[in-house]
């Protein structure tokens, strides 16, 4: 008879995001523990976030981790910096399953790569408007910089595929002039969207400045977490991915390989009025 | 005592939107009908629709027509062209209600005003995708060449804000110019967001094209309706407008004010769980 700590150890991994831009952190979570299961949602139906309340992006964070409880995780990551800086605190205050996200890795490699202390950070207008990565670096260093800006068109750039070439140089340039101008020396890629747009603010920065991308330093948070809670999982076979989105549209899934960067299969639509049932479900 | 009628009469036109781009067909209520009480419902909450599936685009429609039903309207207007496209149909099959949408109208406008009957048509990915502009104006004139173009970065081009200048002018040339080239001789605007960008879309076509926006055609198609079922509104008082969100972003009120071309007055929060029971209340 298996004990209940390996049990747990075999319960995949939950990850979530508003879209599929959380599959640049899975894609790390395949490479480095490629032995884990992992159940990704992304809420296609009701994407983006970056561009609603606090509020309603608290709503939906605690509907898409109750989704995900429901099926049964060890973890959770939210792959989400706009649903992680407005309901990050509110969920890991809510359920006492181990809940990471995004932000705080992130913030801790810019501050362990910033020679000068300029830490420049991009993101969606709600990520911007909580603060949240000034208050974590400032946590860890409260000498540093922190210079912000809200890119409210890369989202949709790179959903058109729109990846470089005239018109994704001048939106970059618009948005990161500033933040260059401040001489920031390390850039924070504040949502999972980003890394997709990375040659194109490299090129535009110059390689003077470094891009931190949050998927690697998350992954690496994850792997202690897991393993000081004994829940990595020992066995030798391959885990297998599962993902479920709240709204099927061919056009997303070919942009969700590009995060992936492998084909997307299995993918299974949860009707949103199921993801509110499980709640009622699980608060009844 | 009134009659039914004059009761009916009195009674607002409910006018919904994914967002607050259908305020450009409230506005042209207000100017053509000012006595009319109007209730606006933007679902801030899931906008976007125009990237959303046709399925999910349907079951958000239902839920704010029900919205507007439980309200008590004499009318309504779908006010959001990824709506009418998904949903037009079924809403007006489901629900006995006077149901009018902008396509039909705005391609009754540019087959009267084209020409060579070479129309342009410029949409979301869910107009374009449903096919229903081409539909409707080959119902109208069987020998019309209609091209059509999906256009994903105009309605966050004009959330943020971005009409004119050296951005907006290469995202106009990239979708507009095929349409140029293939000589079309009017421009079906087929999104609410897209009047905006008047300015920008016809200094790249030039004088020669005609322009058509959805509001004004859809206006003059609501007076006849209201007029033949007598429903026009008698009393000589100004009408009142109520404008119901399903989320509230500040940012979002001041392009809504850009929509309406005037200060947006008594806008109140529905929480989308509010909008869920009066759908289960007018079900069961």
Not at 22 to 44: A, S
Not at 153 to 182: H, M, N, R, W
Not at 201 to 227: E, H, M, R, Y
Not at 247 to 271: A, C, M, T
Request: aromatic residues 6%; positive net charge; charged residues 25%.
């Amino acid at each position: 008879m298996k004990s209940k700590q390996s049990l747990g150890r075999n319960l995949p991994i939950g990850v979530f995001d508003s879209g599929l831009g959380g599959l640049t952190v899975v894609r790390e979570i395949l490479k480095q523990l490629p032995r884990e299961h992992i159940i990704y949602f992304g809420d296609l139906a009701r994407l983006p976030y970056g561009i609603k309340s606090k509020r309603q992006i608290t709503e939906f964070s605690i509907e898409n981790t109750e989704f995900l409880l429901h099926r049964g995780v060890k973890a959770i990551v939210i792959a989400c910096n706009s649903s992680a800086s407005a309901a990050g605190n509110v969920l890991r205050k809510r359920y006492t399953i181990p809940i990471l996200d995004v932000i705080r890795p992130a913030a801790r490699e810019a501050i362990r790569v910033s020679v000068k202390k300029r830490i420049g950070v991009i993101g969606t207008q709600a990520t911007v408007a909580s603060g949240a990565y000034e208050r974590i670096l400032r946590s860890f260093d409260s000498g540093v910089r922190v210079q912000v800006q809200a890119c409210p068109l890369f989202v949709p750039l790179v959903e058109e595929g729109i990846l470089s070439g005239s018109i994704a140089g001048s939106i970059v340039k618009q948005y990161i002039k500033p933040l260059v101008d401040g001489r920031i020396d390390s850039l924070i890629l504040g949502c999972t969207h980003y890394p997709l747009l990375r040659s194109a603010i490299q090129k535009f920065v110059g390689p003077k400045i470094c891009l931190i991308d949050s998927a690697k330093p998350t992954v690496l948070n994850l792997i202690s977490l897991l393993s000081e809670k004994k829940l990595l999982r020992k066995s030798r076979g391959k885990g297998k991915l599962s993902v479920f989105v709240s709204d099927l549209q061919q056009s997303f899934l070919k942009i969700g390989e590009r995060f992936l960067v492998e084909p997307l299969r299995d993918v299974k639509v949860v009707r949103l009025t199921e993801v509110a049932t499980v709640k009622r479900k699980w608060l009844a």
